[in-house]
T-cell receptor, first 114, second 111 residues
Framework: ETGVTQSPTHLIKTRGQQVTLRCSSQSGHNTVSWYQQALGQGPQFIFQYYREEENGRGNFPPRFSGLQFPNYSSELNVNALELDDSALYLC?????????????FGPGTRLTVT | GENVEQHPSTLSVQEGDSAVIKCTYS??????FPWYKQELGKRPQLIIDIRSNVGEKKDQRIAVTLNKTAKHFSLHITETQPEDSAVYFC??????????FGKGTRLHILP
């Protein structure tokens, strides 16, 4: 198992609500990436955080936002939840920014929007 | 656009036989190609990766090959075992710091 942790494990929200997911990176890693994995699909890149700033973003609307803290942990915030936001949300940490470094995933947060 | 295509979507092989999963990518500047294994209900686990300056890499029963000209890379698993049953994802890095995943291959090892 990697040293990447996520909370909560599961979450149920109602359409229109807001949610915050949390991720702690592996020791020695300064970069966190967030992914959305719908059932039966591969992880889709949401964005990456390095030095507390967004470094690269996928095709997700602005209601998906994030933060990174000085200890390299990170949050993913989703506003105005939609039914299609139901998915497994994975974070991955790496030792440097960009897409060319080994990424290690956390166990994920299963979000259900009703 | 940025894309990674993965085939097949499902693969069944007899225990002890070899399995091959193929991926293509769209950006000639991509330089990092990891493979992940995801068992049911678990996180994706990095099993092997290759960089663009290398054509092949092996780790015990697993190997990855890269053809930069064709923008094609493959995962080879030899002497398959029941514990190899899982979903396998290829991925590629893109110049805007994204990493794009394929849609996955569900591998079944038959007894």
């Amino acid at each position: 198992e990697t040293g990447v942790t996520q909370s909560p494990t599961h979450l149920i929200k109602t359409r229109g609500q807001q949610v915050t997911l949390r991720c702690s990176s592996q020791s020695g890693h300064n970069t966190v990436s967030w992914y959305q994995q719908a059932l039966g699909q591969g992880p889709q890149f949401i964005f990456q955080y390095y030095r507390e700033e967004e470094n690269g973003r996928g095709n997700f609307p602005p209601r998906f936002s994030g933060l990174q803290f000085p200890n390299y942990s990170s949050e993913l915030n989703v506003n105005a939840l939609e039914l299609d936001d139901s998915a497994l949300y994975l974070c991955a940490s790496s030792s440097a920014a960009g897409g060319s470094y080994e990424q290690y995933f956390g166990p994920g947060t299963r979000l259900t929007v009703t | 656009g940025e894309n990674v295509e993965q085939h097949p979507s499902t693969l069944s092989v007899q225990e002890g036989d070899s399995a091959v999963i193929k991926c293509t990518y769209s950006d000639s500047a991509s330089n990092y190609f990891p493979w992940y294994k995801q068992e049911l209900g678990k996180r994706p686990q990095l099993i092997i990766d290759i960089r663009s300056n290398v054509g092949e890499k092996k780790d015990q029963r697993i190997a990855v090959t890269l053809n930069k000209t064709a923008k094609h890379f493959s995962l080879h698993i030899t002497e398959t075992q029941p514990e190899d049953s899982a979903v396998y994802f290829c991925a590629a890095s893109f110049r805007d710091d994204k990493i794009i995943f394929g849609k996955g291959t569900r591998l079944h090892i038959l007894p």
